[in-house]
């Protein structure tokens, strides 16, 4: 088991770029979350899955935003036509989905829209 | 409104010195979790414990402890004999049992100095 991984750790792009992101889970974790972290704040809730189903979004996911985790494994998070204010830290998060669940953060990716 | 406060953006400490993080947390849920993570400039987010609503008991684990108050809604978390490496940003979160998403404080960076 070698936790939650995520890619690529850095990501520059110039604005209007699309970005995709990867989060691969703990493997027997069947809930995975997307968190925004930016410069000096705590992180902030974007989505969760539970296997494939997205069970709940935040405001915070606009339109240009969208999540998926096609076969309850991985899960992907793609950013279309990038803004400045994109710029932060993603992170990814996995439970076993007990009800009572512990949260096991990756390290992150770091977005800078240029 | 659920809300997590901590009041405190930093703090410096010379090594030994014991220092108290200070979290204030909102809800009208009677059942919710309280999570203390610790950040250290890798980024990746450390679990470091979860307290149930209907669990008021203090808790100690070797030079951390936390003091869980439902009375004034706190959930303070001291560090004894402080050493260089507990250097980090250390968040607090708070999660409502109809969700399974975390609400998180702005953390609080602490410096230990040798």
């Known amino acids: 088991d070698t936790g939650v991984s995520q890619n690529p750790r850095h990501k520059i792009t110039k604005r209007g770029q699309n970005v995709t992101f990867r989060c691969d889970p703990i493997?027997?974790?069947?809930?995975l979350y997307w968190y925004r972290q930016t410069l000096g704040q705590g992180p902030e809730f974007l989505t969760y899955?539970?296997?494939?189903?997205?069970?709940?979004k935040s405001r915070l996911l606009s339109d240009r935003f969208s999540a998926e985790r096609p076969k309850g494994s991985f899960s992907t998070l793609e950013i279309q036509r990038t803004e400045q204010g994109d710029s932060a830290m993603y992170l990814c998060?996995?439970?076993?989905?007990?009800?009572?669940?512990?949260?096991?953060f990756g390290s992150g990716t770091r977005l800078t829209v240029v | 409104a659920q809300k997590v406060t901590q009041a405190q953006t930093e703090i410096s400490v010379v090594e030994k010195e014991d220092v108290t993080l200070d979290c204030v947390y909102e809800?009208?849920?009677?059942?919710?979790?309280l999570f203390w993570y610790k950040q250290p400039p890798s980024g990746e987010l450390v679990f470091l414990i979860r307290?149930?609503?209907?669990?008021?008991q203090n808790e100690i684990s070797g030079r951390y402890s936390w003091n869980f108050q439902k009375s004034t809604s706190s959930f303070n978390f001291t560090i004894t004999a402080s050493q260089v490496v507990d250097s980090a940003v250390y968040f607090c979160?708070?999660?409502?049992?109809?969700?399974?998403?975390?609400?998180f404080g702005s953390g609080t960076r602490l410096l230990v100095r040798p």
């Open positions: 899955f539970q296997n494939e189903a997205q069970l709940e």
């Open positions: 493997s027997e974790h069947n809930r």
């Open positions: 307290r149930n609503s209907f669990d008021e």
């Open positions: 998060a996995s439970s076993q989905g007990l009800r009572v669940d512990s949260y096991t």
């Open positions: 809800t009208r849920d009677t059942t919710y979790y």
């Open positions: 979160a708070l999660r409502m049992d109809s969700s399974y998403k975390l609400i």
